[in-house]
């Protein structure tokens, strides 16, 4: 805008600003001492006007969706052309009580199907490993071996639907035993469409859930993307994430710099593994947080597409632009929830997804209001859903693509995002790049540090959290969602009866090539789904590539 | 004990925290174990997915006057009795267990009779948990 | 007390740690501890563990605890940690790198906050390394973050001074000239997967040559004790100098 108009609009800001801001705050004197976003990012300017984006070029910093810099969006169309996918992650006990979740979501509207699995497959373990007592099908669906993962998607049609898979540390064994049963209901791989989660940066950071030390894992997940660049197109191999980030306590700014340190970690751990940018950067995909602070979080969004795009194509120079387009799925926030009147959860969610939307996300994952308490019931997911729906079609926010964009606040505060988010790669650059950071224990410091300023402010009620803090009444507490202990056992049954049937020697062969193969630097997902389809257990294979690659300890850092 | 005098006073009170299960969420107890150092209390953290085992030994190697326990896997049932039970073997029965994390509250009722001294769930203070250490430290 | 120093000599893991609490917290019944236990002490070799937070202290005591193990020695682990200025408490986290041996007897690890020790060891923490010498240990592991020259004092406790050193945590040479050099019996450069690790280990060994007083080069060895690389040759380089260093000791008591 030009200097004459903006130090004009400026001039006439601080008459307004002297001559009737500050009476009013005579009479009524600022409601707080200070205001900042949920995640402490100050908000010391009351009003925005165009002279705040003084130094914003609408073609160059915001230009138009579907076009570098993508701050308006992923797709020129966007919600016009197709709305977002409404992808409610579900998963619990055993494979057959799962596909019926799915087919029951499927049925109330649901678009894409999203996997959880239990601690002990997400940590490579059998359901009859000792460390499994007590846990197995309480996070999540077990998934012991090839014949689980047959049972969790009987009649569903793989080539119709999307399937997305949350799972790091052993993602390429159940990935393998994807393909393997699309191949028994003859799909061929080049049909299947989806998302891995496979990042185990975020692990080392945030939600620790991880097996193998970091340089063999991050091998796993190159394996992985390379594979799906030759057989699997139209898969997304990694979803690199910021919601567990954010779980942990950071705030929007650090799950947003961290993250997308840990995308660019990625990108040259392909490069260096052979593959060309154009080849792999366009199915990355990522998966955000999204919480109270309902402007924070879309300018957060904005922030990610434009920082994404300018970072890919200056550090690697790609030819198609699909290389520097990020598209991402969003959940709301689960540590946003409380235990406390958990109808005022249903509230909570529905700012959220409404901020997910306008910042213009891929696929969304709405929370149940009961999930501090337990998994989901029926009644609770379908609320869940039902809010997206009503988002999608009555509230009309869809109607036009990116309505926020050119807000003078809105742009202000993805502007200073990005300012932020570049202080924190300048950092990170100096400890030596995110693998050296996270070895220092640089983000889990950030994050922990954080999450002991939002707890105190909390309890000195600096934060008020409506039926927590503030608000609050004697409750009558909730019917929820309860997981038997004969899960437990039938799952023990299941896979032992599993290792018993198996042909003896092709499951030896197969873990023998798959450890040699890891030894290695050929591409292990060939083995794994031969390991697989041999029934091999998670347990078993996760155990064979240990001995391999070791194991991670976790560090002695605070 | 008010924080000054518990500066330098040199009977200070050990706490043991650790995460059984197979979860890695460690930020509440991360943050529980600043705010009892911030109260002048040594803190011995033992980290993500230990066994009773190891739980129960490292309490009585330390020495500890009580052990806080976090699980948000679900497993809770199995694990927390086991624990309970294992402070009793190894004499460790009149330190206070407390525990935290995602758990019904029927099951919390039936978890104290089987040990658990009390729980701190999600939207507890970390004051009142600094007071209710101190608290059953001072009682003995 | 006396039932207490009974059970320790029978081998009982809540007496030794009883008596641990109650030499660091009374001064009274630590000295009396300490006179009765007099005639059980010499037999552990302390071996001191110095360096910087975040060298691989503790990771390296767990290599050195298993191989121990193996050999059949009785090992005891102290973790000090500082205590904060401001409030008193401490975080005391070196165990979480120190798991699997839950089941042993014949392990024994007990963290410590510094509390008031300024620099070195404190009292109660030599103390407590007599507990666990009388308790029937053979070696006894003290792990203490050394901040540069108030570090110093160990050497006046322990048997050997190991000094542990890694490649980017700051100006490791300017460490070796705030005293470290001469009181490092062994030096490690841990992380030695790093690309540094090699030219510390050149610049400690000239270093040790300038020095005057020592007629033996000490030991540099580089460990990656996250893939347990060079442990057993820090374990040879320590049980090499057990005898002489309590000689020595001994002699100079």
Same mark, same amino acid.
């Given at each position: 805008?030009?200097?004459?108009?903006?130090?004009?609009?400026?001039?006439?800001?601080?008459?307004?600003?002297?001559?009737?801001?500050?009476?009013?705050?005579?009479?009524?004197?600022?409601?707080?001492?200070?205001?900042?976003?949920?995640?402490?990012?100050?908000?010391?300017?009351?009003?925005?006007?165009?002279?705040?984006?003084?130094?914003?070029?609408?073609?160059?910093?915001?230009?138009?969706?579907?076009?570098?810099?993508?701050?308006?969006?992923?797709?020129?169309?966007?919600?016009?052309?197709?709305?977002?996918?409404?992808?409610?992650?579900?998963?619990?006990?055993?494979?057959?009580?799962?596909?019926?979740?799915?087919?029951?979501?499927?049925?109330?509207?649901?678009?894409?199907?999203?996997?959880?699995?239990?601690?002990?497959?997400?940590?490579?373990?059998?359901?009859?490993?000792?460390?499994?007592?007590?846990?197995?099908?309480?996070?999540?669906?077990?998934?012991?071996?090839?014949?689980?993962?047959?049972? #969790?998607?009987? @009649? !569903?049609?793989?080539?119709? +639907?999307?399937?997305?898979?949350? %799972?790091?540390? &052993?993602?390429?064994? =159940?990935?393998?035993?994807?393909?393997?049963?699309?191949?028994?209901?003859?799909?061929?791989?080049?049909?299947?469409?989806?998302? #891995?989660?496979? @990042? !185990?940066?975020?692990?080392? +950071?945030?939600?620790?859930?991880? %097996?193998?030390? &970091?340089?063999?894992? =991050?091998?796993?997940?190159?394996?992985?993307?390379?594979?799906?660049?030759?057989?699997?197109?139209?898969?997304?191999?990694?979803?690199?994430?910021?919601?567990?980030?954010?779980?942990?306590?950071?705030?929007?700014?650090?799950?947003?710099?961290?993250?997308?340190?840990?995308?660019?970690?990625?990108?040259?751990?392909?490069?260096?593994?052979?593959?060309?940018?154009?080849?792999?950067?366009?199915?990355?995909?990522?998966?955000?947080?999204?919480?109270?602070?309902?402007?924070?979080?879309?300018?957060?969004?904005?922030?990610?597409?434009?920082?994404?795009?300018?970072?890919?194509?200056?550090?690697?120079?790609?030819?198609?632009?699909?290389?520097?387009?990020?598209?991402?799925?969003?959940?709301?926030?689960?540590?946003?929830?409380?235990?406390?009147?958990?109808?005022?959860?249903?509230?909570?969610?529905?700012?959220?997804?409404?901020?997910?939307?306008?910042?213009?996300?891929?696929?969304?994952?709405?929370?149940?209001?009961?999930?501090?308490?337990?998994?989901?019931?029926?009644?609770?997911?379908?609320?869940?859903?039902?809010?997206?729906?009503?988002?999608?079609?009555?509230?009309?926010?869809?109607?036009?693509?990116?309505?926020?964009?050119?807000?003078?606040?809105?742009?202000?505060?993805?502007?200073?995002?990005?300012?932020?988010?570049?202080?924190?790669?300048?950092?990170?650059?100096?400890?030596?790049?995110?693998?050296?950071?996270?070895?220092?224990?640089?983000?889990?410091?950030?994050?922990?540090?954080?999450?002991?300023?939002?707890?105190?402010?909390?309890?000195?009620?600096?934060?008020?959290?409506?039926?927590?803090?503030?608000?609050?009444?004697?409750?009558?507490?909730?019917?929820?969602?309860?997981?038997?202990?004969?899960?437990?056992?039938?799952?023990?049954?299941?896979?032992?009866?599993?290792?018993?049937?198996?042909?003896?020697?092709?499951?030896?062969?197969?873990?023998?090539?798959?450890?040699?193969?890891?030894?290695?630097?050929?591409?292990?997902?060939?083995?794994?789904?031969?390991?697989?389809?041999?029934?091999?257990?998670?347990?078993?294979?996760?155990?064979?590539?240990?001995?391999?690659?070791?194991?991670?300890?976790?560090?002695?850092?605070? | 004990?008010?924080?000054?005098?518990?500066?330098?006073?040199?009977?200070?009170?050990?706490?043991?925290?650790?995460?059984?299960?197979?979860?890695?969420?460690?930020?509440?107890?991360?943050?529980?174990?600043?705010?009892?150092?911030?109260?002048?209390?040594?803190?011995?953290?033992?980290?993500?997915?230990?066994?009773?085992?190891?739980?129960?030994?490292?309490?009585?190697?330390?020495?500890?006057?009580?052990?806080?326990?976090?699980?948000?896997?679900?497993?809770?049932?199995?694990?927390?009795?086991?624990?309970?039970?294992?402070?009793?073997?190894?004499?460790?029965?009149?330190?206070?267990?407390?525990?935290?994390?995602?758990?019904?509250?029927?099951?919390?009722?039936?978890?104290?009779?089987?040990?658990?001294?009390?729980?701190?769930?999600?939207?507890?203070?970390?004051?009142?948990?600094?007071?209710?250490?101190?608290?059953?430290?001072?009682?003995? | 007390?006396?039932?207490?120093?009974?059970?320790?000599?029978?081998?009982?893991?809540?007496?030794?740690?009883?008596?641990?609490?109650?030499?660091?917290?009374?001064?009274?019944?630590?000295?009396?501890?300490?006179?009765?236990?007099?005639?059980?002490?010499?037999?552990?070799?302390?071996?001191?563990?110095?360096?910087?937070?975040?060298?691989?202290?503790?990771?390296?005591?767990?290599?050195?605890?298993?191989?121990?193990?193996?050999?059949?020695?009785?090992?005891?682990?102290?973790?000090?940690?500082?205590?904060?200025?401001?409030?008193?408490?401490?975080?005391?986290?070196?165990?979480?790198?120190?798991?699997?041996?839950?089941?042993?007897?014949?392990?024994?690890?007990?963290?410590?906050?510094?509390?008031?020790?300024?620099?070195?060891?404190?009292?109660?923490?030599?103390?407590?390394?007599?507990?666990?010498?009388?308790?029937?240990?053979?070696?006894?592991?003290?792990?203490?973050?050394?901040?540069?020259?108030?570090?110093?004092?160990?050497?006046?406790?322990?048997?050997?001074?190991?000094?542990?050193?890694?490649?980017?945590?700051?100006?490791?040479?300017?460490?070796?000239?705030?005293?470290?050099?001469?009181?490092?019996?062994?030096?490690?450069?841990?992380?030695?997967?790093?690309?540094?690790?090699?030219?510390?280990?050149?610049?400690?060994?000239?270093?040790?040559?300038?020095?005057?007083?020592?007629?033996?080069?000490?030991?540099?060895?580089?460990?990656?004790?996250?893939?347990?690389?060079?442990?057993?040759?820090?374990?040879?380089?320590?049980?090499?100098?057990?005898?002489?260093?309590?000689?020595?000791?001994?002699?100079?008591?």
């Amino acid at each position: 805008m030009a200097k004459k108009s903006a130090d004009a609009i400026k001039a006439a800001k601080d008459h307004w600003s002297q001559k009737f801001l500050r009476k009013d705050f005579k009479l009524l004197p600022e409601r707080l001492p200070a205001f900042t976003t949920v995640s402490g990012f100050p908000i010391e300017e009351p009003l925005c006007t165009p002279a705040d984006l003084a130094d914003t070029d609408y073609l160059r910093d915001i230009g138009f969706p579907g076009e570098y810099p993508y701050t308006r969006g992923a797709y020129p169309s966007m919600y016009r052309g197709r709305l977002w996918t409404m992808r409610q992650f579900a998963g619990y006990g055993t494979a057959e009580e799962t596909n019926k979740r799915f087919k029951y979501l499927l049925k109330k509207g649901q678009t894409g199907l999203s996997t959880a699995f239990d601690l002990p497959t997400l940590m490579g373990y059998d359901s009859d490993h000792p460390l499994s007592k007590g846990e197995v099908g309480r996070c999540g669906v077990a998934i012991d071996s090839l014949a689980d993962m047959e049972a #969790l998607f009987k @009649d !569903i049609p793989l080539d119709k +639907i999307t399937t997305s898979m949350t %799972i790091n540390a &052993p993602a390429s064994v =159940i990935f393998a035993m994807y393909i393997a049963v699309a191949e028994k209901k003859r799909i061929p791989p080049a049909r299947l469409g989806g998302t #891995l989660q496979n @990042d !185990i940066l975020k692990e080392y +950071i945030a939600q620790k859930e991880w %097996i193998y030390p &970091p340089r063999q894992s =991050i091998r796993l997940i190159t394996d992985t993307i390379s594979y799906c660049v030759q057989n699997v197109p139209k898969w997304h191999p990694i979803s690199i994430s910021g919601y567990h980030i954010r779980e942990a306590g950071s705030s929007a700014v650090q799950e947003l710099a961290f993250t997308l340190a840990d995308g660019l970690t990625y990108v040259d751990a392909c490069i260096k593994a052979g593959m060309k940018i154009d080849a792999f950067a366009g199915r990355l995909s990522f998966f955000f947080n999204s919480h109270n602070d309902f402007f924070e979080e879309i300018a957060k969004y904005r922030a990610a597409r434009r920082i994404w795009a300018r970072e890919i194509k200056k550090r690697y120079k790609p030819k198609e632009a699909q290389s520097v387009q990020m598209r991402f799925h969003t959940q709301t926030a689960g540590c946003s929830l409380t235990a406390q009147q958990p109808y005022n959860n249903i509230m909570r969610t529905t700012i959220q997804a409404l901020a997910a939307v306008l910042g213009g996300t891929q696929s969304l994952h709405t929370n149940s209001m009961d999930e501090t308490l337990a998994l989901p019931s029926e009644r609770a997911v379908t609320m869940a859903l039902r809010t997206q729906q009503i988002i999608a079609h009555e509230s009309g926010v869809a109607n036009a693509i990116d309505p926020l964009g050119g807000s003078y606040f809105v742009e202000a505060l993805t502007n200073k995002m990005e300012e932020e988010v570049y202080a924190y790669f300048k950092k990170i650059d100096r400890l030596g790049g995110m693998v050296e950071a996270i070895g220092q224990g640089y983000p889990q410091r950030e994050i922990a540090r954080s999450a002991q300023w939002y707890q105190q402010a909390i309890e000195k009620k600096e934060k008020i959290i409506v039926g927590m803090n503030e608000f609050t009444e004697q409750e009558e507490p909730l019917e929820v969602m309860k997981i038997g202990p004969e899960v437990e056992k039938k799952q023990a049954r299941a896979v032992q009866a599993v290792r018993k049937k198996r042909g003896r020697r092709k499951w030896e062969a197969s873990l023998k090539k798959l450890k040699e193969t890891a030894e290695g630097d050929e591409n292990l997902m060939p083995s794994l789904i031969e390991a697989v389809k041999a029934y091999a257990t998670v347990g078993e294979i996760s155990s064979a590539l240990k001995e391999v690659f070791g194991e991670y300890k976790e560090p002695a850092l605070f | 004990m008010n924080t000054k005098s518990r500066r330098f006073s040199k009977n200070k009170i050990r706490v043991l925290l650790a995460k059984a299960g197979l979860d890695g969420h460690d930020r509440g107890i991360k943050v529980i174990a600043m705010a009892l150092r911030d109260a002048g209390m040594e803190v011995i953290y033992l980290g993500l997915r230990r066994t009773p085992e190891e739980i129960v030994n490292a309490a009585l190697e330390e020495d500890v006057d009580c052990i806080g326990v976090s699980l948000l896997s679900g497993a809770h049932n199995v694990l927390y009795p086991e624990i309970a039970s294992l402070m009793k073997k190894k004499g460790l029965a009149d330190k206070p267990l407390i525990g935290g994390g995602i758990i019904p509250e029927e099951d919390m009722a039936r978890l104290r009779k089987k040990g658990v001294a009390k729980f701190f769930t999600p939207g507890a203070k970390t004051e009142d948990i600094v007071r209710f250490i101190e608290g059953a430290v001072r009682k003995k | 007390m006396k039932k207490l120093l009974k059970e320790l000599f029978k081998g009982d893991k809540s007496a030794a740690s009883r008596l641990i609490s109650l030499v660091e917290n009374d001064e009274e019944k630590g000295k009396s501890i300490m006179k009765e236990l007099k005639p059980f002490l010499g037999r552990a070799h302390l071996v001191g563990i110095t360096g910087a937070a975040g060298s691989g202290k503790s990771t390296l005591i767990h290599g050195l605890v298993g191989l121990l193990r193996k050999s059949g020695k009785k090992v005891g682990v102290i973790a000090i940690d500082p205590t904060s200025p401001l409030t008193g408490g401490a975080l005391l986290g070196d165990r979480i790198r120190m798991q699997g041996h839950e089941k042993d007897k014949d392990v024994f690890i007990r963290s410590m906050a510094a509390r008031e020790g300024v620099g070195g060891l404190s009292k109660a923490a030599t103390r407590a390394a007599s507990v666990l010498d009388a308790f029937g240990m053979e070696v006894v592991l003290i792990e203490t973050t050394g901040v540069g020259q108030s570090e110093t004092a160990v050497k006046d406790v322990v048997h050997t001074v190991v000094v542990v050193l890694t490649p980017g945590l700051g100006d490791d040479v300017q460490m070796m000239k705030a005293g470290l050099m001469e009181i490092g019996d062994i030096f490690v450069v841990n992380k030695g997967d790093l690309k540094n690790a090699e030219t510390i280990a050149k610049e400690l060994e000239d270093l040790a040559a300038m020095l005057p007083q020592r007629e033996k080069k000490p030991p540099i060895i580089v460990t990656t004790a996250t893939e347990e690389k060079g442990i057993e040759r820090l374990l040879m380089a320590i049980m090499a100098q057990r005898t002489e260093r309590m000689e020595i000791k001994a002699l100079l008591k």
